[in-house]
């Protein structure tokens, strides 16, 4: 079960969201997908989005672990798409294994083709908000191909960009959110099993979110979303019945 994609496994949500700025009226709706077809899925609905948006391809970027998990599949699943639906891969960026995220967002930014394209996001923390602020920079649209389990940034509209020199906060910039966010099972169950228990231990901390809910409508009155709160419950009970099964 995964934080960021309250869904069940094997099934597609369309959601609908308001249009971000910098993206095409017309593209009003948000996939969030977990399965082993996650990719196919994927790159049907970039296809989509392509000539809805009159796009001219797609820019894929990674990291080197990011590829070596899931580099391979994700080249294949949208060479498959270039050859069916004539919509081509522009460019396949590999970013630095300890590139800082500054450098790596001006890699993204030069070797990224001066044309409107679909930005497909594939790794962690580092490269979802690498790409987010990329296309932010560009007003290009994005979607992201989930690597880990422990995070909930895959569909945030935030980017947090590293301040200038050392011990220097890092400066919020409001950008948009992905298109899609994709779980490709197969990948993440191949994943470490340090990674795995991370990813287990952020969704059981889920319960303790609860608890700061409570404190704060009782302390400063805080409204309290029950819906909120049975998703968290119910995102912990399933993650424990899983392993424990």
């Known amino acids: 079960?995964?934080?960021?994609?309250?869904?069940?496994?094997?099934?597609?949500?369309?959601?609908?969201?308001?249009?971000?700025?910098?993206?095409?009226?017309?593209?009003?709706?948000?996939?969030?997908?977990?399965?082993s077809d996650a990719l196919t899925v994927l790159s049907l609905f970039c296809a989509k989005l392509c000539r809805s948006a009159s796009l001219?391809?797609?820019?894929?970027?990674?990291?080197?672990?990011?590829?070596?998990?899931?580099?391979r599949d994700v080249e294949d699943a949208f060479a498959a798409l270039s050859s069916t639906n004539c919509v081509p891969v522009r460019a396949t960026i590999l970013l630095g294994e300890d590139l800082d995220e500054r450098d790596a967002i001006?890699?993204?930014?030069?070797?990224?083709?001066?044309?409107?394209?679909?930005?497909?996001?594939?790794?962690?923390?580092?490269v979802t908000n690498i790409v987010r602020f990329a296309a932010h920079c560009t007003r290009n649209i994005w979607v992201s191909v989930m690597t880990s389990t422990s995070n909930d940034l895959y569909v945030e509209s935030t980017s947090k960009i590293p301040g200038r020199g050392q011990n220097t906060l890092k400066q919020f910039v409001s950008c948009s959110p992905p298109r899609a966010v994709v779980a490709h099972l197969p990948s993440l169950m191949s994943a470490p099993k340090e990674?795995?228990?991370?990813?287990?231990?952020?969704?059981?901390?889920?319960?303790?979110?609860?608890?700061?809910?409570?404190?704060?409508?009782?302390?400063?009155?805080?409204?309290?979303?029950?819906?909120s709160v049975r998703?968290?419950?119910?995102?912990?009970?399933?993650?424990?019945?899983?392993?424990?099964?």
């Not at 001006?106 to 580092?126: H, I």
């Not at 901390?205 to 302390?219: I, P, Q, W």
């Open 1 to 35: 079960f995964i934080p960021s994609l309250s869904i069940q496994l094997g099934t597609t949500a369309t959601l609908s969201s308001p249009t971000a700025v910098g993206t095409p009226n017309n593209l009003t709706t948000m996939l969030k997908h977990i399965g």
């Open 56 to 71: 001219t391809g797609i820019a894929i970027i990674l990291d080197t672990a990011s590829h070596q998990l899931i580099g």
């Open 106 to 126: 001006l890699q993204v930014l030069s070797e990224t083709p001066s044309e409107p394209l679909l930005f497909v996001a594939v790794g962690g923390a580092s």
């Open 195 to 227: 990674t795995i228990a991370a990813g287990f231990a952020t969704i059981i901390s889920r319960e303790f979110s609860v608890a700061d809910m409570y404190l704060g409508g009782l302390l400063l009155n805080e409204p309290l979303d029950q819906l």
């Open 231 to 245: 998703r968290c419950l119910e995102t912990v009970k399933s993650c424990v019945i899983c392993r424990s099964g």
